[in-house]
């Protein structure tokens, strides 16, 4: 019975991934910590969209501190609800991984969660987004929040 479940979850899904929207974003990334300062950057989000009105995002960065030594790498992955149309507003949450390559001792590789705040603008094939992100990490030196804003290619 459990076989014939999981076949049917299968069947039923597979479909509506297929008919999925995707789409590859190149951001400019901006970051105001609590503690550690100011930083900017840039990267990179695969989004996968599924049932009209939600969708999966994984993402990497790079974001160089005001500070000249610190060098942020976070890699996350968030889970969105959206208003799929022309201007598409979205909400999401997220957790993930942070890298940190600095020669201060006391910053070191940290989890971090987030939530986060969008819109995006697409046509076709291509887009716009801009984001809010209010970030809660590990090491509370880089606690604080972040804006995106990018180009977007959809298949």
Not at 83 to 100: D, H, K, Q
Not at 110 to 123: I, P, Q, R
Request: proline share 3%.
């Amino acid at each position: 019975m459990k076989h014939k479940l999981c076949l049917l979850i299968l069947f039923t899904l597979l479909p509506l991934m297929t008919q999925a929207d995707t789409s590859l974003t190149g951001y400019a990334s901006y970051w105001d910590t609590d503690k550690a300062g100011e930083g900017d950057g840039y990267g990179a989000r695969l989004k996968t969209t599924f049932l009209a009105f939600g969708s999966v995002e994984l993402r990497g960065a790079a974001v160089d501190m005001d500070d000249k030594v610190t060098t942020l790498y976070p890699v996350d992955l968030s889970v969105n609800v959206r208003i799929p149309f022309l201007i598409s507003p979205y909400a999401g949450v997220g957790a993930g991984y942070t890298f940190v390559d600095s020669v201060r001792p006391t910053y070191d590789d940290m989890n971090t969660l987030y939530a986060h705040l969008g819109v995006e603008v697409t046509f076709i094939w291509f887009g716009v987004m801009a984001e809010v992100r209010a970030v809660d990490a590990e090491d509370n030196n880089f606690d604080g929040v972040s804006g995106n804003i990018g180009v977007l290619f959809k298949w």
